[in-house]
Nanobody, 123 residues
Framework: QVHVVESGGGLVQAGDSLRLSCAVSGHTFSEYAIAWFRQGPGKEREFVAGLSASDVTYYSDFAKDRFTISRDGAENTVSLQMDSLKPEDTAVYYC?????????????????WGQGTQVTVSS
């Protein structure tokens, strides 16, 4: 059974930074992609950033200049470094995993999700 566990959320002020981590275990995929999504209050879950099986990165427009997704030293751990945070970044951030190479932006293609970690940015 695949387990996806996020950590690193919290309450910060506008302009601060946070680093989220995602640990994936229990899978037998030879290739897999990992992505971060977020869901703000009353909003749809949206794509934030993704990392393909070949370490190609994908970003949404709002994330590309402020967020960085990367694979940590441990093979099954991926981080999301978020800088210059804004109040509109307030959301529950979810890590997700899909079997395959490409980190698609469509949440429907992801089979395994973590419970989410809350990020709150005060103004």
């Amino acid at each position: 059974q695949v387990h996806v566990v996020e950590s690193g959320g919290g309450l910060v002020q506008a302009g601060d930074s946070l680093r989220l981590s995602c640990a994936v275990s229990g899978h037998t995929f030879s290739e897999y992609a990992i992505a971060w999504f977020r869901q703000g209050p009353g909003k749809e879950r949206e794509f934030v950033a993704g990392l393909s099986a070949s370490d190609v990165t994908y970003y949404s427009d709002f994330a590309k200049d402020r967020f960085t997704i990367s694979r940590d030293g441990a093979e099954n751990t991926v981080s999301l470094q978020m800088d210059s945070l804004k109040p509109e970044d307030t959301a529950v951030y979810y890590c997700s995993v899909r079997k395959g190479v490409v980190a698609t932006r469509a949440k429907e293609y992801y089979d395994h999700w973590g419970q989410g970690t809350q990020v709150t940015v005060s103004s």
